[in-house]
């Protein structure tokens, strides 16, 4: 009887813990390297929100940090994709568009706007 309530705890346990992580592999990448880029430079991201399914581009991604999707607000979300950056004549950027520092995990590390522009 004893080894048999251990098993279904056993199992029940080891189904929560599999559950666990695979909904914390779609949110989190793995702890190796959070972004796909290591460097220390600025770099493009691309972004794609594991609760809600939102896409978003930054040109201000930066290696193992996220930024907060718009819709949920909820943890941060890491880059799936990031390329360096091209030179101002060939990008395709918006430099008028803000970027919202308050989202932004980089920012809130350095206490100041990552991109060198104003605090918002």
Request: proline letters at 7%; hydrophobic letters at 25%.
């Amino acid at each position: 009887m004893r080894s048999v309530v251990f098993a279904v705890l056993r199992t029940a346990r080891t189904s929560a813990i599999l559950s666990y992580r695979s909904v914390r592999s779609k949110a989190m990448p793995p702890k190796a390297g959070l972004t796909p880029y290591q460097g220390k430079s600025r770099c493009f991201g691309e972004f794609k929100c594991p609760v809600c399914n939102r896409k978003w581009q930054s040109a201000n991604s930066w290696a193992n940090m996220g930024q907060k999707c718009e819709n949920c607000k909820g943890d941060f979300v890491y880059p799936y994709k990031q390329t360096q950056l091209l030179k101002p004549d060939e990008d395709h950027i918006n430099r008028n568009k803000d970027h919202p520092q308050d989202k932004c995990q980089k920012c809130r590390q350095l206490g100041r706007p990552c991109n060198g522009g104003s605090w918002r």
